[in-house]
Nanobody, 118 residues
Framework: QVQLVESGGGLVQAGGSLRLSCATS????????MGWYRQAVGKQRELVAT???????NYADSVKGRFTISRDNSKNTVYLQMNSLKPEDTAVYYC????????????WGQGTQVTVSS
């Protein structure tokens, strides 16, 4: 049974930081491209960042220089360090795993709410 469980969301003031974690089970973590997506109210889900099994990363333009995705294959966990948060970063953040790195495909977590106040 595949499980992706996000944690670390919450309420933070603009300019603050949060670190999201996604613990996984039921997948061969080291073979999966891991990603973080987000969906704000009234908007479509968007890709935030991805990291390949080899550690190559990709970011949405809106978060480049502020967010960092990382993975710990020994813990089957992926992280998203979010710095210099802005109110427009407010969204539900979802963890994703896909062996082929396809966009909007694969397995999903239940999401964690991030709210940035101005």
């Amino acid at each position: 049974q595949v499980q992706l469980v996000e944690s670390g969301g919450g309420l933070v003031q603009a300019g603050g930081s949060l670190r999201l974690s996604c613990a996984t089970s039921g997948i061969i973590f080291s073979l999966n491209v891991m990603g973080w997506y987000r969906q704000a109210v009234g908007k479509q889900r968007e890709l935030v960042a991805t990291i390949t099994p080899g550690g190559n990363t990709n970011y949405a333009d809106s978060v480049k220089g502020r967010f960092t995705i990382s993975r710990d294959n020994s813990k089957n966990t992926v992280y998203l360090q979010m710095n210099s948060l802005k109110p427009e970063d407010t969204a539900v953040y979802y963890c994703n795993a896909d062996m082929w790195g396809r966009t909007n495909q694969g397995s999903w977590g239940q999401g964690t709410q991030v709210t940035v106040s101005s």
